[in-house]
Structures are given as C-alpha cells and as structure tokens.
C-alpha cells in the first residue's frame, strides 16, 4: 500500500466512517464545499484522543477487505485510558530503507520484545507491510520472563532486537548470563519511551556493535514517525529526541506548539490532523552527519498536559502523586511539581527524582520522612510496582523532597534536556 493523495483520504473517510463523518458535520466541515486541494487541510478540524475514546473501537474502525488480517494494538495508557487501535500495515519509513542500503545489512533473525499488548500487532502489521525482510526468523519474546527470551535469543541467534530503551539495557545482563553476547545483535530497534544521553551512551555500551535505531512512533500510527541511528552525530546533538520525520507517510503541523499529524493512508482506524500531545519543533533543510536527504527534523519536547510522563519502564501521574499528599491532611496542599532525571550508575540505568512540594505549615524532619514512606507505599508506576518497589530494586534512587510556599498548580517535568529547547519559544 502506497501513501495515498490527501484528497482521496478525505474522500475515503468521509465515504466510508461514521466516525468522521459526524465529527466534522459537529465542527462545520464538508469536504465537497470546505476542501478543494492541499492548502485547505487547515480548514479541518482537529482530532484528538478524546475523541477517539468517546466511542467503541468498532464503530471507529473501517472494515473494507478480506484481503489480509486487522490486528488490535494497545496503548500504554501514559494519559489515563488506554486506546486500542485496529491495524492490518505496519509501513517501512523511508529512513529504515536508507540505513539498510548505506550499511548494506538486513537482519537475519529478529526478536521482539515488547509487551504483549502490542507485540503481536507490531509483528502481524509489520509483516503484511513487509517490514521484515523474507527469509528472516521471527521470534516473539517474554517481557515478564528474561531468561526465556535471552534462550530465544541465543537458540535463534538473533541479530535484530526490538525493544524498549530501558528494557534493553536490563536485558543485555540476562543475555550475557545466558551465554549470548550483546555484542551479537546489530541491529537495536528502540521503541517505547523517550530518550536520554544517560541511555544513548549506555545503549552504546553495553551493545557495541550494533547499529541503533532511534524510533519515534504511536500507537495509533501505520509507520514511524520519526527515525535516527546510532550514526546522526549531529542529530543527536540537537536532542536526545530529534529524529528525521516521515515525511513519506505523514503530513506533519504544529498548532500552538503541538505535534498534529496526518497519516497518508487509508488506514482502518485513519488518523487526519490528529493531535498526538506531543510539543515538537519542525526544522526543514537539516544536513545530518548520516547523509540522509530528506532534510526535515523534528524535535521532540515535553507532553502538553504535563499531568503524566512514561519513561524507565515506570509510569509517573499527578493523580496517584495527589493522593498520596492527601494521605497527610493539614501537612500539605495538592501543589507539587516532580522533576525527572535519568542517570547511569555502575552500568545500569536510573532515574533520580525531586518532589517539591507546598506545604501548610514548616515541615519537620519526620514529616519529611513520613511523606516519603507514604510516596513509596502508595504510589503505583506500573501495574505490578509501588514506587518504594523501584526503589528497592534499585531502578529509582531515593526521592528527594523540596518545599516551596509560593508553588502553584501540579505537572510532572521530563528531564531538563528534553524541556531545553522549548525553553525560550
């Protein structure tokens, strides 16, 4: 499947999903009237993830062939709610084809390990997108189980690996006591969660020769949105989230500061001027280090609620944070402002967290501590982890607490290297 023309997209969804259709008819659009080529894309209104909960998968999903499968995709739920989305295309961007060609390399036997929820749409959409080369091995890992997944690496000899970044550096461990050296993989395709020097330079370490793919995606999408390797220098320069956009199967925007993407494809669950939450900077006419020629970056900044942040494998929400306050009553209002930080220690990958938050009265060294054995306790960052979990396990150092009288409202900050370069916009 071929990107499609935008006025044949916007005929296919009008024509074909009810979804849509009653979407725009709220807003006042009508493409007959209100779109007659490429420069009235402006004219339509913006879709957002509320408005793809607000109703049933199905009656949201355009079911037009029996030529192939649909697969159910799975967000993580970083926001709240999870979304599924229908899939049958997961599309190779140009910038995979382009590194494939420039080192002259394709993987031989790939392994996925990614959570089961959306593992197999990855595999099942990629190989009807031919993302996988034919002839490769396909193998599916256990994200729950080390152990199995490094015997399947070893057994398959595996040379291509799909994988979250945090989740990659834990698991070169097990690989490496399973008798199968990181150094086996060459091709480490990263997904998942934002990244950090910390773990671009641990990354390198611990699997030193492969070539890494840097991937900025969604759920919701067909391709890759954005891609950069391990050989962008100057890339990587910018940001530890600048990538080289699709500009093949995406229109990309950005109204007041926000990503908003349209997807070139007439897609089960189509995606047109979708607001993915995400602030970006679009720069145009970037020479990068790896000589890809398509010169359109995009870097990619804070989400735009500032309410939740996913990354090291841990979810962090202002709801669960808020409760846990409110366990001290009289102590502390609902203010609060957590800083994140990824940090590298002794070869593991780690996140250093500072809570400040706006106390009632002066806080005492036992308020202190009683604030931090509730934090801990209370605080759920993953379906099976407490925050004092992470912190035993020592995949979080021991929070840090600051008080500031004069803080107002609640947000969950990424690390300042992210948030730089949308400091002075």
């Excluded at 779109?35 to 957002?48: C, E, G, V």
């Excluded at 940001?239 to 956009?245: C, E, K, M, T, W």
Aim: hydrophobic share 40%; charged share 20%; glycine share 6%.
């Amino acid at each position: 499947m071929k990107p499609t023309k935008l006025v044949e997209l916007i005929n296919y969804v009008w024509q074909n999903s009810n979804f849509y259709r009653e979407l725009w008819k709220r807003n006042e659009f009508f493409p007959e009237k209100d779109f007659q080529n490429d420069n009235d894309l402006k004219k339509i209104p913006i879709l957002t993830k509320e408005d793809l909960l607000s109703i049933s998968v199905q009656d949201r999903t355009i079911f037009t062939s029996n030529n192939y499968y649909y697969f159910a995709d799975i967000s993580s739920g970083t926001g709240g709610r999870p979304l599924i989305t229908i899939k049958s295309h997961h599309f190779i961007p140009p910038y995979y084809n382009f590194i494939q060609k420039l080192t002259n390399k394709s993987p031989k036997s790939c392994l996925m390990l990614r959570p089961a929820s959306n593992a197999a749409a990855s595999i099942g959409a990629g190989l009807q997108g031919q993302f996988f080369p034919p002839g490769s091995i396909i193998s599916l890992g256990d994200i729950n189980d080390f152990i199995l997944s490094a015997n399947i690496a070893r057994e398959m000899e595996v040379d291509w690996l799909g994988i979250r970044p945090s989740t990659a550096v834990s698991f070169a461990k097990t690989l490496e006591q399973q008798g199968y050296s990181p150094s086996h993989i060459m091709f480490l395709y990263l997904t998942g969660e934002p990244l950090t020097s910390a773990a671009i330079s641990l990354l390198k370490h611990v699997y030193p020769r492969a070539l890494i793919l840097y991937i900025y995606a969604m759920t919701e999408g067909p391709s890759s949105m954005g891609m950069r390797s391990s050989l962008c220098a100057t890339l990587e320069a910018i940001s530890p989230n600048a990538y080289h956009l699709n500009t093949q199967d995406f229109i990309f925007e950005t109204v007041n500061g926000l990503s908003i993407v349209t997807a070139l494809h007439q897609l089960p669950a189509p995606l047109i001027r979708y607001n993915t939450g995400d602030r970006m900077i679009i720069k145009n006419g970037f020479k990068c280090s790896c000589g890809f020629s398509d010169g359109t970056i995009g870097v990619i900044g804070p989400r735009d609620s500032e309410k939740s942040y996913k990354i090291g494998n841990f979810v962090f929400r202002e709801e669960a944070i808020k409760r846990a306050l409110g366990k001290l009553t009289g102590f502390f209002t609902e203010d609060f402002e957590l800083q994140i930080e990824q940090i590298t220690e002794n070869n593991l990958l780690l996140l250093f967290l500072c809570l400040t938050i706006r106390p009632i009265n002066e806080p005492t060294p036992f308020i202190t501590s009683t604030i931090k054995e509730i934090l801990e306790r209370e605080v759920r960052i993953s379906p099976t982890e407490s925050l004092g979990d992470a912190i035993r396990r020592k995949r979080i150092k021991p929070i840090e607490i600051k008080y500031d009288v004069s803080l107002k409202g609640s947000r969950i900050l990424p690390p300042a290297e992210i948030i730089k370069p949308f400091q002075n916009i």
